[in-house]
């Protein structure tokens, strides 16, 4: 049984910092890529960064790049989320979600963090962590 946990977030004044931390149990697959995801109130869930097993690969969204950094361990079974430079518009319930994929036949596990909708497929999801950033 996979299971993912997460922790972190919190609340913290723009232009701060908070990092996420999710520790993988039970993923067997060799190709995966571990990352999260946020909902805002109102908002669709969305991807907001991720890394892959095979080759450490990464993906970042748009309003994120250059702010945030995630990276595994050598393991590869723990994701950080380093958030940096917060922004009121980076509150939401952030979620850690993993993804099976098959990088050799071009099924690459990134997909389903960095296409709108794609979420609703994710193979494994943990528990959300609350993020508010204050103006």
């Known amino acids: 049984e996979v299971q993912l946990q997460a922790c972190g977030g919190g609340l913290v004044q723009a232009g701060g910092s908070l990092r996420l931390s999710c520790v993988a149990s039970?993923?067997?697959?060799?190709?995966?890529?571990i990352g999260w995801f946020r909902q805002a109130p109102g908002k669709e869930r969305e991807g907001v960064a991720c890394?892959?097993?095979?080759?450490?690969?990464?993906y970042y969204a748009d309003s994120v790049k250059d702010r945030f950094t995630i990276s595994s361990n050598t393991g590869k079974d723990t994701v950080t989320l380093q958030m940096d430079n917060l922004e009121p518009e980076d509150t939401a319930v952030y979620y850690c979600?993993?993804?099976?994929?098959?990088?050799?036949?071009?099924?690459?596990?990134?997909?389903?963090?960095?296409?709108?909708?794609?979420?609703?497929?994710?193979?494994?999801w943990g528990k959300g962590t609350q993020v508010t950033v204050s103006s």
């Open positions: 979600a993993a993804e099976e994929g098959a990088t050799w036949l071009g099924v690459d596990p990134r997909n389903v963090f960095r296409s709108p909708g794609l979420y609703k497929s994710v193979d494994y």
């Open positions: 890394v892959s097993s095979v080759g450490s690969s990464t």
């Open positions: 039970g993923i067997t697959a060799d190709d995966y890529a």
